[in-house]
């Protein structure tokens, strides 16, 4: 059974390429005819002198680089005098890509697959492929961005999707002269009503560039409010010569340095300490500030002048101190024993040596330590006993607030505690103090946007 349908199998076949074999001989027959026709119509032709035209010899020579200008356009290397003749091309096989033609006819393909060309129908779709790669991301980085950008509109912080915080700080941290506010809710602080023992004060937002402790240095610098002024020469006592009789200073910062004057010569009998150089104005300053400028020059004025609008002297609460002797010789505070008790009890009046050598970098001035300034006795105790100079005191307050004090005790015992009070939007800011027997309380301003609230318990 299995032997017989093979042989009819066999012959069906058999009968099947016969057929084929002669459709071909006959396909051919037709085509030799037309060919015969196409001659005897075209010999007048070459008869008249036309000459035929030669065919083209792409067999010969294979343009490379088309392909190249249809996928990039005008960005493309201009490849058109490139040709690679079809012996070189036949050495090196399947590694030619022959970019020719997009579209090849049966014959030409047939050359191709011959000639490599094969390989360039491989390439094409890895052009296709790497175009749709880039177009798909183009359009996950547009998406992206859109994205990104809605949602820095809407404010919405990235940090928590990379579990980071959001840091928007600004402080230069390496210029400690120049100190900033902490960030504090100011309305909802406002808006709380003082418990039992407290009560609410209601100070002028103007008052925050006056008092005590107020700040001025080259980051901060002097509104020039109206400030109580007197003429040292005819406030002082005669425990201490002045320079001129022109001197104006602070009356608390007199009546703390007649004070002070007075005991020094009770402890050691001597009354040459010698004061100079109180308040001075704009101009005043200006005129000095000019002077250094022309007589020593640019440098030598930025580092022992301060600028106008920009000097302790502006406040009326400092002054230079230095001892003038029997022999007519001006001398520093720290060249003798005898005056060193200035410097160890000058805290207790309320003054502290303002320009540390020491903290040049902090303060932004070096070469005044005979300069001194009127802060408070709390604030001159805990700045002298720490050895911090007022910018360090004033940023360090600025972290404590009325449930978060800075609480310290004094040599004699007595309590002190300080924090600060960020002013508010508008003409007045609250303070909350304390409303208890033996409790006082002192604000000053501090010309750093807030005011400082000291509390002294009896």
């Known amino acids: 059974m299995g032997k017989k349908f093979d042989e009819e199998y066999d012959e069906q076949e058999t009968n099947l390429f016969d057929f084929l074999r002669e459709c071909s001989e006959s396909e051919e027959n037709d ?23 030669e065919p083209e010899e792409d067999d010969k020579q294979i343009y490379t680089g088309s392909e190249d200008s249809l996928l990039y ?113 100011k309305q909802a602080e406002s808006q709380k009503e003082p418990a039992a023992g407290e009560k609410k004060l209601q100070m002028e937002n103007t008052l925050e560039e006056t008092g005590s402790l107020i700040l001025v240095n080259y980051a901060h610098e002097y509104m020039f409010p109206e400030t109580k002024l007197v003429n040292l020469y005819s406030a002082k006592n005669g425990d201490y010569k002045i320079s001129t009789i022109d001197i104006m200073l602070d009356r608390e910062t007199v009546e703390a340095l007649n004070s002070m004057t007075g005991d020094f010569v009770k402890e050691t009998g001597k009354r040459d300490l010698l004061i100079s150089s109180g308040f001075r104005s704009y101009d005043e300053q200006l005129e000095l500030y000019s002077s250094a400028v022309e007589s020593k020059g640019i440098d030598y004025a930025k580092k022992y002048i301060s600028q106008p609008g920009c000097s302790e002297y502006h406040t009326g609460m400092s002054f230079d101190m230095s001892v003038y002797t029997d022999d007519g010789a001006v001398m520093k505070l720290d060249k003798s024993e005898e005056y060193s008790w200035i410097l160890e009890n000058c805290w207790e009046y309320g003054f502290v040596r303002r320009f540390d050598d020491a903290k040049a970098d902090i303060t932004g001035v070096s070469g005044k330590e005979w300069l001194f300034r009127y802060v408070g006795r709390p604030a001159a105790y805990f700045m002298t006993a720490e050895g911090i100079s007022l910018e360090e005191y004033i940023e360090l307050v600025m ?60």
């Open 73 to 185: 356009g005008d960005d493309a290397e201009d490849c058109s005098d490139y040709y690679t003749d079809e012996s070189e091309q036949n050495g090196i096989g399947d590694n030619y890509i022959d970019y020719a033609k997009n579209y090849l006819s049966d014959e030409n393909e047939i050359d191709g697959i011959k000639n490599g060309t094969k390989k360039r129908r491989s390439n094409d779709r890895q052009h296709t492929f790497s175009l749709t790669f880039v177009i798909v991301m183009t359009a996950v980085i547009t998406a992206t961005a859109v994205i990104a950008g809605f949602g820095l509109l809407s404010g919405f912080d990235f940090g928590g999707l990379f579990g980071e915080e959001s840091n928007i700080e600004t402080d230069d941290t390496e210029n400690s002269a120049n100190i900033k506010l902490p960030v504090t809710d």
């Open 31 to 53: 085509v030799s005819k037309a060919s015969y026709n196409d001659g005897e119509q075209s010999g007048e032709a070459s008869v008249i002198g036309v000459k035929e035209a």
């Open 399 to 458: 972290t404590k607030d009325y449930k978060h004090r800075l609480g310290f005790n004094e040599k004699s015992g007595k309590r002190y505690e300080v924090y600060f009070v960020p002013v508010m939007d508008g003409d007045y800011t609250d303070v909350t103090v304390p409303d208890e027997p033996g409790v006082t309380y002192d604000i000053s301003g501090t010309n750093c946007g807030g005011f400082i609230v000291t509390l002294s318990f009896e």
